[in-house]
């Protein structure tokens, strides 16, 4: 099974071409039916999520799902979606003073009339803190000597920058 998902990602990982595909892209296509299904909401209005609301928002809000009204026979007229937002407490006044606002840049994004509303759900939403790496160790005398014989032939300043912090990093990661 792991075998044949490996070689099914692999195959995927090129386009018709032969070119690499980007991995997000590649998880994109595997999640965005698994997001639709079970909370009707896209992949992408989740990654464009502080592009449509905004930097002041993103941060203390998050899309949830879109809950669409139950229609009771296929005649009844199309209604749009209820776009459910989890919140943090301070940030649901904003929220609600901008629900308007959202609700046509959603739809915009969407290219349809899909959210008629927004319903806040007051949750936690921030992420947890990122830890800081831990620190470098500083390279020995011959380790910097090494690395700069290395690079030594690049003629591109910023090239050779670039590839002293790298090989800086690599070193100092080595016991």
Same mark, same amino acid.
């Given at each position: 099974?792991?075998?044949?998902?490996?070689?099914?990602?692999?195959?995927?990982?090129?386009?018709?071409?032969?070119?690499?595909?980007?991995?997000?892209?590649?998880?994109?296509?595997?999640?965005?039916?698994?997001?639709? !299904?079970?909370?009707?909401?896209?992949?992408?209005?989740?990654?464009?999520?502080?592009?449509?609301?905004?930097?002041?928002?993103?941060?203390?809000?998050?899309?949830?799902? %879109?809950?669409?009204?139950?229609?009771?026979?296929?005649?009844?007229?199309?209604?749009?979606?209820?776009?459910?937002?989890?919140?943090?407490?301070?940030?649901?006044?904003?929220?609600?003073?901008?629900?308007?606002?959202?609700?046509?840049?959603?739809?915009?994004?969407?290219?349809?009339?899909?959210?008629?509303?927004? !319903?806040?759900?007051? !949750?936690?939403?921030?992420?947890?803190?990122?830890?800081?790496?831990?620190?470098?160790?500083?390279?020995?005398?011959?380790?910097?000597?090494? %690395?700069?014989?290395?690079?030594?032939?690049?003629?591109?300043?910023?090239?050779?920058?670039?590839?002293?912090?790298?090989?800086?990093?690599? %070193?100092?990661?080595? !016991?």
């Amino acid at each position: 099974m792991v075998a044949g998902l490996n070689r099914a990602l692999v195959m995927a990982g090129n386009d018709q071409r032969g070119n690499p595909v980007a991995v997000s892209d590649l998880a994109t296509g595997i999640l965005d039916p698994v997001m639709r !299904k079970r909370a009707g909401i896209s992949v992408e209005l989740v990654q464009c999520w502080s592009e449509i609301v905004g930097e002041r928002l993103a941060g203390s809000t998050r899309p949830e799902k %879109l809950a669409w009204p139950r229609r009771r026979h296929e005649d009844d007229p199309f209604e749009p979606a209820a776009l459910v937002i989890a919140c943090e407490g301070a940030a649901a006044l904003r929220l609600q003073h901008e629900t308007a606002e959202i609700i046509s840049r959603v739809n915009a994004f969407l290219g349809f009339v899909a959210v008629g509303r927004i !319903k806040i759900v007051q !949750k936690p939403v921030a992420a947890p803190p990122r830890r800081k790496p831990p620190a470098q160790r500083p390279l020995t005398g011959g380790e910097q000597e090494r %690395l700069a014989r290395l690079i030594e032939r690049i003629d591109d300043e910023k090239l050779r920058d670039s590839l002293r912090k790298l090989g800086t990093s690599i %070193l100092s990661e080595r !016991k």
